[in-house]
């Protein structure tokens, strides 16, 4: 409800399910991707770092929002899938000389792949038993990428090509932004469409009230295989990208340290809200960077307390805004935003 401005009324179906609706929505959506296309050329190069590492991490945080926001399904283990598709990337690229455009779906697939597997014995759960499932997914893939080292590297890890087209090589941030952008775009859009199918109303059935939803004809394995599958397909693109981003990937970039934070970002953007994963990437980046210059502030105005004490404010100040969100507004930042929205929509008569 609510999803035009007031006055405009839809008449007919292509009307209703149009992403973008008015006219006015369309000169602002143009005018807005014309001026982010031009940030590379205002920002600095560890400014567009931060922004494609944040893209990376959208699309990753797109899939969980798929498993875990509309499906219901618990994943703690996130980033370990995140880390096959990295791995898969390199290897095709290293081992066989696969270029990037072609090892970034396969390594897409081949995560999806792995994600039915744990999908099998997660059909057949829910709630705590199924975050087990996925802790027992990172905990494997972490002891898998550490010791295949004949696969792997081991702890050394490997070395990742950058994608290149023709003589053009994708070496530069600039470069990288464009790509990413793209992909995020894209894979954006494709989760946006998921939500709005049937696939998607499965989901959310699954989600509120399995029970019913098996009742009324929805095939639990289907769709809960189905989700497990995007949403780890979701994670092998992303750590597809971060291989070739990064040019060289350990198993450490892939631990059960980043799982927590992936689901910190949905929480905080908002489960189950297709803004939710940017809204939520983007704070705890900014987060991430408050902190990083607020540490050294701590540590001299608090000269008693230990390194490790300093060091560990990060995670204290992440878990009080998990916290206050959960307490707060358990919705996530994205509902803020459809509140905004609904404001403006409906203005003057928003009372």
């Known amino acids: 409800m609510y999803d035009v401005p007031c006055g405009i009324h839809n008449r007919t179906y292509v009307q209703e399910l149009a992403i973008v609706r008015t006219r006015a929505r369309w000169i602002l959506l143009i005018v807005s991707g014309v001026l982010f296309l031009m940030i590379p050329y205002y920002v600095r190069e560890s400014t567009l770092t931060i922004i494609n590492t944040m893209s990376i991490w959208i699309v990753a945080a797109i899939g969980l929002n798929l498993l875990t926001g509309y499906c219901g399904e618990i994943s703690i283990g996130h980033a370990a899938f995140m880390g096959i598709g990295a791995y898969a990337s390199a290897i095709l690229a290293n081992n066989y000389g696969f270029p990037f455009w072609f090892a970034f779906p396969c390594a897409t697939l081949i995560t999806g792949g792995i994600g039915l597997i744990f999908a099998l014995p997660a059909t057949r759960l829910k709630g705590f038993y199924v975050a087990i499932v996925t802790l027992a997914a990172q905990v494997i893939t972490s002891w898998v990428l550490a010791n295949w080292k004949a696969l792997t590297g081991?702890?050394?890890g490997l070395a990742v090509p950058p994608p290149r087209i023709g003589q053009?090589?994708?070496?530069?941030?600039?470069?990288?932004?464009?790509?990413?952008?793209?992909?995020?775009?894209?894979?954006?859009?494709a989760g946006k469409n998921i939500t709005r199918s049937n696939v998607g109303r499965a989901f959310v059935a699954i989600r509120d009230n399995d029970l019913a939803a098996e009742v009324m004809?929805?095939?639990?394995?289907?769709?809960?295989?189905?989700?497990?599958?995007?949403?780890?397909?979701?994670?092998?693109?992303?750590?597809?990208?971060?291989?070739?981003?990064?040019?060289?990937?350990?198993?450490?970039?892939?631990?059960?340290?980043?799982?927590?934070?992936?689901?910190?970002?949905?929480?905080?953007?908002?489960?189950?809200?297709?803004?939710?994963?940017?809204?939520?990437?983007?704070?705890?980046?900014?987060?991430?960077?408050?902190?990083?210059?607020?540490?050294?502030?701590?540590?001299?105005?608090?000269?008693?307390?230990s390194l490790q004490a300093s060091s560990s404010f990060g995670l204290i100040v992440f878990g009080l805004v998990i916290a206050f969100f959960l307490i707060v507004e358990p919705r996530g930042i994205a509902h803020w935003w459809d509140k905004f929205k609904y404001y403006y929509r409906l203005w003057p008569f928003s009372y």
């Not at 530069?172 to 992909?183: A, D, G, M, Q, R």
């Open 154 to 156: 081991g702890h050394e």
């Open 217 to 305: 004809g929805v095939n639990m394995f289907k769709y809960k295989s189905i989700a497990f599958f995007t949403g780890c397909a979701y994670a092998g693109a992303a750590g597809s990208l971060w291989a070739h981003y990064s040019s060289h990937i350990t198993h450490a970039h892939f631990s059960l340290h980043e799982s927590i934070w992936f689901m910190g970002m949905i929480i905080v953007g908002g489960m189950g809200k297709t803004m939710g994963p940017f809204f939520g990437v983007i704070l705890i980046f900014l987060l991430k960077r408050i902190v990083t210059y607020l540490v050294p502030l701590f540590s001299s105005l608090f000269p008693s307390l």
């Open 168 to 189: 053009w090589v994708f070496d530069t941030e600039k470069s990288w932004f464009y790509l990413c952008i793209v992909v995020v775009f894209i894979l954006g859009m």
